[in-house]
């Protein structure tokens, strides 16, 4: 994503295809400047499916997104 882009832009934009609980742009400690990602949650898996298919691969602000879906940690069921 855009080095440029800011929690709100994200919110705009995810907000397009369902209801966004957070958006988080995730910035160097050091200088505060974008690494070019970001963690955005959805109200529902559906809205999060939703996002990833609509949103993934478009252009905003300059830059394709690669939207996709949180990984799971709930493979580690004990046997």
Known sequence: M???????DLFELFNGVGHVQNAEVVSYRH????????????????????A???LHDKEFLGRK??????????????S
Do not use: I
């Open 52 to 54: 990833v298919e609509e």
């Open 2 to 8: 855009s080095f440029e882009a800011t929690e709100s």
């Open 65 to 78: 997104l690669v939207v996709s879906g949180a990984k799971s940690s709930e493979h580690h069921a004990s």
């Open 31 to 50: 200088n505060q400047r974008s690494k070019g990602f970001a963690f955005v949650q959805m109200q529902t898996v559906e809205e999060a499916q939703r």
